[in-house]
């Protein structure tokens, strides 16, 4: 049974949708959230269509229903805003690309945090790294109830933190942690979703702050570095060195926050400069 977990925080008339990752939660984006919204953002932290359930309400879904969720989610903030940012965690970077492809007129820049088109970081094993097969696999029914677990150390330098989030993540509460595995049928339709953005990088013309860690164990440097070299648009690296692949609640957060405060502030300040100079 889907559990609803979503967070809403009133601010300011700039607004910011999170986008959380595959099998994961809204709760790895609140305390971004929260410090945006600090920072006078109004902040939607949405939950994807299929998520925050157990293996067959994420498989009843595919791509095209994360994807439709999100355009739910701009859709009731634009009514509430002016201006409108998406950030995405992981697969969720790769929702709030294609949202801005799609909508440039509408989307005033994208925080690209952790992109994730492959996996292909040093904690993934071998066989894993094989997923971007898993579109041909599903194309003739093979491995429907399979599943990739999620390995040590799960996205998470903070030793303290990730005892927090794993120990969550395999009592089963999805809600909280999300699923302990990634079902090799919800991993083909990533990949088809990678496709298609890859396909759309050079349409993104909206300013894009690209962070990832240095270090990432899920998704090497060359995930950003496609993206930095792809989208047709300003685009700024961070890059955090005490991080892994969650660096929305890893250590290097409050950067995190910091950084994307600025940067999109810095889009509001030139907007309004432009709007007075109209």
């Not at 910011?16 to 984006?29: A, K, Q, Y």
């Not at 269509?49 to 994807?67: F, I, K, M, N, S």
């Not at 300040?269 to 007075?276: C, E, I, L, P, V």
Request: include cysteine; glycine fraction near 10%.
């Amino acid at each position: 049974m889907i559990q609803q977990t979503d967070f809403f925080f009133e601010g300011g008339r700039s607004g910011v949708l999170l986008i959380h990752g595959l099998t994961g939660t809204p709760m790895e984006m609140r305390l971004l959230g929260k410090g945006l919204n600090r920072a006078g953002f109004t902040v939607h932290g949405m939950q994807l269509a299929g998520h925050c359930g157990d293996v067959d309400d994420l498989l009843a879904t595919g791509w095209r229903d994360w994807y439709a969720s999100v355009e739910q989610a701009a859709d009731a903030m634009l009514g509430k805003v002016d201006q409108l940012f998406v950030g995405g965690l992981s697969m969720g970077a790769l929702l709030a690309l294609k949202l801005a492809a799609d909508r440039p007129r509408q989307i005033a820049g994208v925080g690209v945090y952790g992109a994730t088109f492959r996996y292909d970081g040093w904690s993934i094993p071998p066989l894993a790294r094989l997923s971007f097969l898993l579109p041909l696999l599903k194309k003739f029914g093979i491995g429907r109830t399979r599943s990739f677990m999620e390995q040590p150390p799960y996205g998470i330098r903070d030793e303290r933190l990730r005892a927090q989030v794993s120990t969550a993540m395999l009592s089963g509460d999805s809600a909280a942690a999300g699923l302990p595995g990634n079902p090799w049928y919800s991993l083909a339709e990533m990949y088809g979703l990678a496709a298609s953005v890859r396909r759309q990088l050079r349409q993104v013309t909206s300013p894009c702050l690209v962070a990832h860690a240095s270090d990432d164990d899920v998704a090497s440097l060359k995930n950003a570095e496609l993206v930095m070299r792809e989208v047709n648009a300003p685009a700024e690296l961070l890059l955090l060195d005490d991080s892994y692949h969650m660096i929305t609640i890893d250590k290097e957060r409050r950067t995190l926050i910091d950084r994307s405060a600025a940067f999109f502030d810095s889009i509001v300040a030139s907007n309004g400069t432009q709007r007075a100079a109209a």
